[in-house]
């Protein structure tokens, strides 16, 4: 899937970075997630943390918005 956005690539990176199998790689995606945020206002950031939350309960099953 490419990325349009700087919005979009915080929010896959966050993604990633929940879902890692393992610490490295886990470590690997937040060094990211933390370089892509410092481009992003917070308003930005905040957007890309509710999406990957909501992704993810998504996959669970869960309400998004609960």
């Known amino acids: ?39 992003c206002p917070a308003g930005h950031i905040a957007l890309a943390k509710r999406a990957a939350l909501d992704y993810l309960r998504s996959l669970d099953g869960a309400p998004a918005n609960g």
Request: hydrophobic residues 55%; without cysteine; aromatic residues 0%.
């Open 1 to 39: 899937m490419p990325l349009n956005t700087p919005l979009e690539a915080l929010t896959e990176a966050l993604i990633l970075a929940i879902t890692a199998p393992d610490d490295d790689r886990a470590n690997r995606a937040i060094a990211l997630a933390d370089e892509i945020a410092a481009l």
